[in-house]
């Protein structure tokens, strides 16, 4: 951890910045939980498996070694995960995944360049505009949530994602487990 924040502890954590800061991040827990385990055209795992490449291009090491967890918890082999941030298009992932990856990809990288052939794509590999739209929506909360861990000096995440303990693997599969989390570290009365 970067000491950017000399109130937060050495060791501190995303909760440590939702209890510093609980009057600016309830709604942002409550939108994250709908973008990641709402009603999605991507299922669960397609979302965090964005999540968890975005965070890796923004080399946001809490972010994206969280999100292996929360990936490695609806059934993402956490191989493929690395793999595919070494090199996307030999990554064994179902390549209808692969347009949306490389939009977020992109979004994230460089978003001004955006083209129409960007969103065809998604749409050759059988997406819906909805598909696509929720793609953004993850991607968005991630280069904002990367942004704010890097912003606060959250630069590292502890828990090795192989060896997540499955009573933790079941509390990331709740429908609510984002605000669950908010909850927790005091984002609501």
Sequence with gaps: MKRLFPSLPPDATLGHVYRAFPEKLGPLAEYQNRVMRGDSALSVAQRELIATYVSGLNACAFC????????????????????????????????RMKPLLHYAGKLTTSPSRMTEADAQAAYDAGWSEAALFDAIQVAGVFNLMNRMLEGTGITEYYLDPETAAEDMLDGLRSKTCYADFGRANGLFD
């Design 64 to 95: 994206y070694g969280a999100h292996k967890v929360h990936a490695k918890a609806f059934g993402v082999d956490i191989g493929i995960v690395d793999a595919m941030m070494t090199d996307l298009e030999t990554a064994d992932i179902d390549d």
